[in-house]
Nanobody, 122 residues
Framework: QVQLVESGGGLVQAGDSLRLSCAAS????????MGWFRQAPGKEREFVVA????????ISTDSVKGRFTISRDNAKSTAYLQMNSLKPEDTAVYYC???????????????WGQGTQVTVSS
């Protein structure tokens, strides 16, 4: 079984930066695609960004292009989300996920963390 634990969330001002971490443990986490999703109050969980198992390919939603960057360190079994120029609309619980394929759909990811809260004030 794969387990994922997110950390790094917090309360920041608009324009600030945060770096989220996702620590993985269990069977073959380093061979999996890693992705980040987010869910705001009253909203559906949405795709943010993902990275291939090799780290050479990434995909992201348009709203975060140029601001958010995903990376991974397989030696540490950890994925990261660098969030710059944060906006109030980025406020959400951010979830780390792992799956066998590079996709933007929730169904592609079979393993999920419990989430970390990111709140951006204006």
């Amino acid at each position: 079984q794969v387990q994922l634990v997110e950390s790094g969330g917090g309360l920041v001002q608009a324009g600030d930066s945060l770096r989220l971490s996702c620590a993985a443990s269990g069977r073959t986490p380093s061979s999996y695609t890693m992705g980040w999703f987010r869910q705001a109050p009253g909203k559906e969980r949405e795709f943010v960004v993902a990275i291939s198992w090799s780290g050479d390919t990434t995909i992201s939603t348009d709203s975060v292009k140029g601001r958010f960057t995903i990376s991974r360190d397989n030696a540490k079994s950890t994925a990261y989300l660098q969030m710059n120029s944060l906006k109030p609309e980025d406020t959400a619980v951010y979830y780390c996920a792992a799956g066998p394929f590079l996709r933007s759909t929730l169904s592609a990811y079979g393993y999920w963390g419990q989430g970390t809260q990111v709140t951006v004030s204006s």
